[in-house]
């Protein structure tokens, strides 16, 4: 048997295609997002501006250069169990 030690998680951001979001109808922005549909567009066009193609959702803090989540490591904490 092998001890395998402590376990690794990478952990990715889902992520959208500001192109193609932006093609979409105020509607469905308004479902993804919240604020004004024009806001929205604004963001998505400056975050285009910056060289970005990509968006993570929620705060991510390690995009890579086209935009996306390049992946966070989560090491998984042993726990301890005592009677
Ligand atoms: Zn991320």
Do not use: S
């Not at 990478?10 to 193609?20: A, E, G, T, Y």
């Not at 997002?33 to 929620?58: N, S």
């Amino acid at each position: 048997m092998n001890d395998a030690g402590k376990t690794k998680w990478k952990k990715l951001h889902m992520h959208i295609d500001i192109k193609q979001t932006l093609t979409y109808p105020d509607k469905k922005l308004k479902q993804m997002f919240k604020g004004e549909p024009r806001d929205i567009r604004d963001f998505l066009v400056a975050e285009l501006r910056k060289g970005f193609d990509y968006l993570p959702f929620g705060e991510c803090g390690n995009r890579g250069p086209d935009g996306m989540c390049a992946g966070h490591e989560v090491e998984e904490k042993e726990t301890e169990v005592k009677p």
